[in-house]
């Protein structure tokens, strides 16, 4: 009698355990897929409203977010805006990347793990095109492994991301400068000025991979955003977020795009860049009116 | 009860299984799940519901315009969803063809073409398109976004190329087929033609192209099939193409076929007693050269009608060029075996695009090189993916009078295969384009084969440093003509140097797409200087070229014909207009995306040289 129950039990266990593993969304315990909710928000330093190109672009800043079947994927590119000088505009080639970089990734060029290839890749791709491509930009990348559960980023200059978990800041990214307000770049230089201008390689990229947990919160943004706003402001406003559905996700990135927009023309406030800058013997105040791109995402159940 | 009755009874017995008959092979539409297809328009119609796909993969092509393992211009951008449709422009997300045009065939290193070439077979490149399922095509959709009108022939394979096991029986269906057609707009169109129906289910789908009469590259977006998963019942289309398609369409319009000559005369010998009338009295060289009008198959078939014929036409004076590309889709070892007997004097020979899917096994053309290898004088290979080592080992062991050799595409021969090369010393024209050569192969080919004129290695990706290759090309071989470096990524002034001091003789350089030569070295100037006959002269892409450089060729390359600057910022209409004035034989200038050029100044160059086509294309 004993027997048959526990071997009931057994039948019972193998036979739910092999329909769990053909469902290929079994959920629950976090056995299952994830994937990223994502929402963007920016606004482009001069007010140029309607500008929108294709893809996502917020003045010379651009974005973009990816779906695979292996891995979802997003993006932030700051334009350099010194190029405007001499006659380039500098969305061309933060939006032309980030375009390449949506491409790759739809069409699944690419390795989840590693975030640098993409970057390579895609820098290799802008330098295929006929059209004599010009500029340069930062980058950061941040791939979500569906089945590891581990989230890989490249990060090349002073844009970057956080991951937060629990209402405090458990990853970051790291900036990388040359010098003041000089941040490694990616660049495509005319003929003549070829190693007179910055030009970083994709290798230079700073990369890390952790493990990410249903719930955690993954903010991307140019320095447009961490310029403006130190964490604790940041922190609160994603104490606001309630749950993972896109309409709350979007508000909340937009609020925060919002409070940086506001903040950055605030002549009298001491912004993170104003107190890196005292902390340096420049002795200003305000804001740092900029491109402001933001890319929130939270990681959730993965559903087609 | 009236006659009427049991009529009517049978009748409506008939009518209603008739009716059931159909119901039962109606099928449910399907839905695609796959993101490379879009969902099925499933219609209202309880018969077979359409299913409509995307190209899953693209499994074969001729050429292209982007590099390997790029996604620019390249023929994978032809799988899966449209990316630029329907805006028009040249988009790197699109699918482009190498040439256009009639630019190569004017060049110095035009190939001469075959005699006995059928005029139904035009087809200058071809791409091959798996879909996800099989399915009777009742349409194919071709979605062009720049100077459509390239595509003119549709096929259709039974074989399955995601099926594990090799199919038994390969056949390769015409689905549609037209002469080129000039299109006069080069906007954006999708291209729907009436295709024939096939009785076999097939997700392997090729285009054929000709370019001729583009005015710029074609570029394709996207191929949609649509099919029924059943084999439709009712045949609502008429089949408008012949199911030989292959061959020539003469006899039907020709009023007297071959089978109507063959009885007048065999009437005609009746009454006058001789065996092969009025044919006994012509002289036998004059039959033959009746015969070099023929083509192949007309021939094979006038071998059957006597033996007065047949020694005619097995004669192998009859097979000194034998093109058997335009019969790619039923070539096999058999056919090859037949042809053999009659090849002991081939000295050019044909065999592109033909013998894949296993339609010709490395025996089967070991065996025919055996028979005809040792007059074989010219051999054209392109995308013959059933060469292996084995056979350019056969070639270099046969072919010792070779001179003329085709490899294009063919990127499945693994590099050691390259090495046999070598040992054809009278080579003088090699097309290594988008092969796995290696270097130390090439190095010694050039080494040895001191007679070249002709070399193309464009889009040799696995050739480690170019300097070292022109530089081997300048020492060695000094009756070069032609060159093409087509995206040789390495190559830098030295190379150049070498090779414009090694092979003054050059009238054809092709360095598009070769980022690391700056001009701001002097390599452009060096190369005006030091190659007075240039004809062609490809800088495409090569952002650094400048005004000194356009005057430099001005000045001293006064025969040139071809000239592509694509893509740079520092060439002014003033010096272009030098140019043109100086270099009276030009009819090629390619200024597309040169930032200085823009469509008032081509205008206006336009209207002072009209003879030049000045090519500036756009993206939107």
Request: hydrophobic residues 35%; glycine residues 6%; negative net charge.
């Amino acid at each position: 009698m004993f027997s048959v129950l526990s071997y009931g039990r057994l039948v019972a266990r193998a036979v739910l355990g092999g329909l769990s593993q053909t469902d290929p969304r079994a959920g629950g315990g976090g056995g299952g897929d994830y994937g990223l909710v994502t929402a963007g928000c920016g606004f482009g330093k001069d007010f140029r409203k309607g500008l929108l190109k294709k893809g996502a672009c917020y003045g010379d800043d651009a974005c973009f977010v990816a779906r695979h079947r292996s891995a979802d994927v997003l993006g932030v590119a700051d334009g350099v805006g010194g190029w405007r000088d001499y006659g380039v505009d500098p969305s061309q080639f933060s939006g032309t990347l980030m375009r390449t970089c949506e491409r790759l990734v739809k069409e699944g060029r690419f390795v989840p793990s590693n975030p640098i290839g993409i970057l390579t890749t895609s820098y290799c791709e802008l330098l295929q095109n006929k059209v004599p491509l010009l500029g340069s930009s930062t980058a950061c990348i941040v791939v979500l492994d569906r089945t590891s559960h581990r989230l890989h980023t490249a990060n090349l200059g002073d844009s970057g991301f956080l991951v937060v978990r629990g209402g405090e800041v458990v990853h970051r990214s790291d900036e990388q400068q040359h010098y003041f307000n000089t941040p490694f770049q990616l660049s495509i230089a005319p003929p003549e000025a070829e190693g007179v201008v910055l030009s970083d390689s994709p290798d230079a990229a700073d990369s890390t991979s952790f493990d990410v947990q249903l719930g955690d919160i993954i903010l991307t943004a140019t320095d447009g955003l961490f310029d403006n706003m130190p964490d604790y402001m940041i922190l609160q406003e994603l104490k606001k977020l309630k749950n993972s559905n896109y309409e709350s996700i979007q508000q909340t990135a937009r609020s925060i795009a919002e409070q940086a927009h506001e903040l950055a023309y605030d002549p009298n406030y001491m912004s993170p860049f104003a107190q890196f800058a005292c902390d340096n013997g420049l002795n200003v105040r305000g804001g740092k009116p900029d491109d402001i791109t933001v890319l929130l995402s939270i990681v959730a159940e993965y559903t087609d | 009860m009236p006659p009427v009755f049991p009529m009517l009874t049978v009748l409506t017995m008939f009518y209603y299984m008739c009716l059931r008959r159909r119901a039962r092979t109606a099928t449910r539409g399907e839905m695609m799940n796959s993101h490379r297809t879009i969902e099925a328009n499933s219609r209202t119609s309880p018969l077979n519901a359409e299913v409509v796909q995307y190209a899953k993969e693209v499994v074969d092509f001729s050429s292209h315009y982007g590099s390997e393992n790029s996604m620019s211009y390249t023929m994978w951008n032809l799988a899966g969803v449209p990316n630029v449709f329907p805006s028009s422009g040249d988009f790197t997300q699109t699918a482009v063809f190498r040439t256009y045009g009639t630019w190569w065939d004017q060049c110095p290193s035009a190939p001469v073409p075959f005699k006995r070439t059928p005029p139904n077979f035009q087809s200058q490149d071809y791409v091959e398109l798996a879909f996800e399922q099989q399915v009777y095509p009742t349409a194919v959709h071709v979605l062009e976004t720049y100077h459509p009108g390239a595509v003119i022939r549709i096929l259709a394979c039974s074989a399955n190329p995601y099926s594990p096991s090799p199919p038994a029986e390969v056949r390769w269906e015409i689905l549609w087929s037209e002469k080129p057609t000039k299109v006069n707009a080069s906007q954006a169109r999708q291209f729907k033609p009436c295709i024939k129906q096939i009785n076999f289910p097939t997700n392997l789908i090729r285009l054929e192209v000709n370019s001729s009469l583009l005015d710029y590259y074609t570029e394709l977006d996207a191929v949609v099939l649509h099919g029924t998963k059943d084999k439709p019942v009712l045949s609502l289309k008429t089949s408008l193409i012949d199911m030989n398609d292959l061959e020539d369409d003469y006899e039907e319009k020709n009023g007297c076929g071959m089978d109507n000559l063959n009885k007048k005369f065999s009437s005609i010998a009746l009454r006058e007693g001789t065996s092969n009338g009025y044919f006994d009295k012509l002289p036998y060289e004059l039959i033959q050269l009746i015969l070099n009008h023929l083509t192949l198959p007309d021939l094979c078939r006038l071998a059957q009608t006597c033996k007065l014929l047949n020694q005619h036409c097995c004669d192998p004076l009859q097979y000194i060029h034998l093109n058997l590309q335009p019969y790619w889709a039923k070539l096999n070892d058999t056919s090859l075996e037949f042809l053999q007997p009659r090849c002991t004097l081939v000295q050019w020979l044909n065999l592109s695009w033909t013998g894949n899917r296993g339609f010709i096994s490395v025996s089967g053309f070991s065996r025919f090189l055996k028979v005809c290898g040792s007059e074989l004088v010219r051999l054209e290979l392109s995308c013959s993916h059933f060469l292996n080592e084995t056979c350019l080992e056969i070639i270099s062991e046969m072919c010792l009078n070779l001179q003329d050799l085709n490899l294009s595409s063919c990127d499945k021969l693994p590099p050691q295969a390259f090495n046999h090369i070598a040992k054809l010393c009278g080579l003088k024209r090699l097309v290594l384009y988008r092969t796995k050569v290696e270097q130390t192969a090439l190095l010694s080919v050039l080494n040895f084969c001191s007679e070249l004129q002709h070399l193309s290695l464009g889009s040799c990706v696995m050739i480690e440093d170019y300097d070292v290759i022109a530089s081997m090309i300048g020492a060695k071989c000094k009756k070069l003509r032609t060159l093409d470096l087509w995206r040789c990524k390495n190559i830098t002034e030295n190379g150049i140097a070498e090779l414009a001091s090694g092979c003054p003789l050059l009238e054809e350089l092709d360095l598009g797409w070769c980022p690391t030569l700056q001009s701001s070295t002097g390599c452009f100037a060096k190369l005006a200087r030091q190659l007075p006959n240039l004809q062609k002269l490809f800088l495409t892409a090569n952002r650094s070229v400048c005004d000194t450089d356009i005057e430099e060729l001005a000045c001293n390359c006064t025969r040139l014909r071809q000239l592509d600057i694509l893509g740079t910022r520092m060439v002014s209409p003033a010096s272009l207009r030098k140019l043109l004035e100086s270099c009276k034989d030009l009819s090629l200038l390619d200024v597309s995306f040169c930032s200085q050029i823009d469509n008032r100044a081509v205008l206006e160059l336009n209207v002072s040289f009209p003879k030049v086509f000045i090519k500036k294309s756009f993206t939107q």
